[in-house]
């Protein structure tokens, strides 16, 4: 397995206005409703040499169906995950040992209706909703909880509602 290479890859914590967070359930896991495990934050491969900038917000248009938002934060480190046994060489198009992520904290600008999973032909996700940032690691498999209380406790900052005016 440590022969396996990790595959680049870009993920999206998108806070809405009330400082909640979209979480999308995997269309594959469709009995996950309430289990751990079903949602995640929308994420997805790099191409070669894509700047990671580029490449969030094209897989929000992929994913979610809408890039609208914009960068607060990107986390400074590459974040890594290693797949668990029984998921390498099945996953990932059995190329990979697990992903190393940069991710970014960004706002979301649109429009709740804007969110659309049906545009793709072949959707992640069939469900999505707004979750608190630290609900995160409840909510995700196993082998990504580490990630998810990097992401809770670093872009706790964002979570808090605008203050209209």
């Known amino acids: ?12 914590v998108l806070f809405n206005r009330d400082g909640l967070v979209l979480v999308a359930r995997r269309a594959d896991l469709p009995n996950a409703e309430g289990a751990p495990g079903g949602w995640q934050l929308p994420q997805g491969g790099m191409d070669p040499g894509e700047d990671p900038r580029i490449a969030v917000f094209r897989e929000l248009e992929e994913e979610i169906g809408t890039a609208r938002a914009e960068i607060l934060a990107e986390h400074p480190e590459w974040l890594s995950y290693d797949l668990p046994p029984e998921l390498v060489g099945k996953a990932l198009g059995g190329k990979y040992r697990g992903q190393r992520q940069r991710w970014f904290a960004l706002r979301f600008l649109g429009e709740d209706s804007d969110i659309r999973l049906d545009l793709d032909p072949h959707p992640e996700f069939d469900a999505w909703r707004w979750a608190p940032l630290a609900a995160l690691p409840d909510l995700a498999v196993a082998f990504k909880r580490p990630i998810y209380e990097v992401l809770a406790r670093d872009f706790a900052r964002f979570a808090a509602p605008l203050r209209q005016g």
Do not use: W
Not at 1 to 12: E, F, Q
């Open 1 to 12: 397995m440590s022969d396996l290479p990790y595959r680049d890859n870009v993920g999206a």
